[in-house]
């Protein structure tokens, strides 16, 4: 349900997306997620509270999610920003042609606090 991701990501590496710093560090295999920089810190004990969610969007909710990441966006795409946009809605059409899509998220929570 979540294909839509992949093509996003698919098409952002066409336009530099590989190059941003934060990308290119959680690639690297020495990467520490926050959890285990926490547990390694003075706030060691965690917890966590999640909750899924399972919405419909549309081809303009992908783009403009496109269009506030840092790695997408207008300022930083410039000129090539309208073509990102084209290859973008192109490859999203060949998926769902009825511009229709599901998205299933995970909103969490993480708590650290001190021993």
């Known amino acids: ?10 098409i952002g590496e066409r336009y530099g997306r ?6 290119r560090q959680r690639r690297d295999p020495k990467h520490r997620n926050q959890q285990s920089v926490l547990l390694d810190s003075a706030f060691p004990r965690l917890s966590g509270l999640s909750e899924f969610i399972r919405r419909q ?15 997408t966006s207008p300022d930083l795409l410039g000129d090539k920003a309208p073509a990102f946009e084209a ?3 192109a490859a999203l059409a060949q998926i769902a ?17 001190r021993t």
């Open 1 to 10: 349900e979540n294909e839509w991701r992949n093509v996003l990501a698919q």
């Open 18 to 23: 590989g190059q941003a710093p934060h990308v």
């Open 57 to 71: 969007i549309t081809a303009d909710d992908i783009v403009g999610l496109a269009r506030s990441q840092s790695v």
């Open 87 to 89: 290859d973008l809605r």
């Open 97 to 113: 042609p009825d511009g229709r899509f599901t998205e299933i998220a995970e909103l969490s929570a993480v708590v650290a606090r």
